[in-house]
């Protein structure tokens, strides 16, 4: 069974940044794309960032476009996730997903990390 497992999450203020990495051990999955999803407070789980296995994809959401890089290293089978310029918006709960397939609008992915909590304050 794959697991992943999250780091780096944690309390920042406004303006600063945070460096989330995810591990992935156990089993085997497909080299497909991996992601970061995330989900705040009473909200649905929404899609943040994910990069091809190959490295040389990216796609980000909107709202994070311009401040947070998603990159890969697939010999090491870890993802990251440098968020910069961090807005009280950005809290949520960050989950790692790998095994994605990419459509035009969405990523569906087959294996969830716990996640990490980010918190922002203002």
């Known amino acids: 069974q794959v697991q992943l497992v999250e780091s780096g999450g944690g309390l920042v203020q406004a303006g600063g940044s945070l460096r989330l990495s995810c591990g992935a051990s156990?089993?085997?999955?497909?080299?497909?794309?991996m992601g970061w999803f995330r989900q705040a407070a009473g909200k649905e789980r929404e899609f943040v960032a994910g990069i091809s296995w190959s490295g040389t994809n990216t796609r980000y959401a909107d709202s994070v476009k311009g401040r947070f890089i998603i990159s890969l290293d697939n010999v090491k089978n870890e993802v990251y996730l440098q968020m910069n310029s961090l807005k009280p918006d950005d809290t949520a709960v960050y989950y790692c997903?790998?095994?994605?397939?990419?459509?035009?609008?969405?990523?569906?992915?087959?294996?969830w990390g716990l996640g990490t909590q980010v918190t922002v304050s203002s």
């Open positions: 156990g089993g085997s999955f497909s080299r497909n794309a």
């Open positions: 997903a790998a095994d994605c397939t990419v459509l035009v609008s969405a990523f569906i992915c087959t294996y």
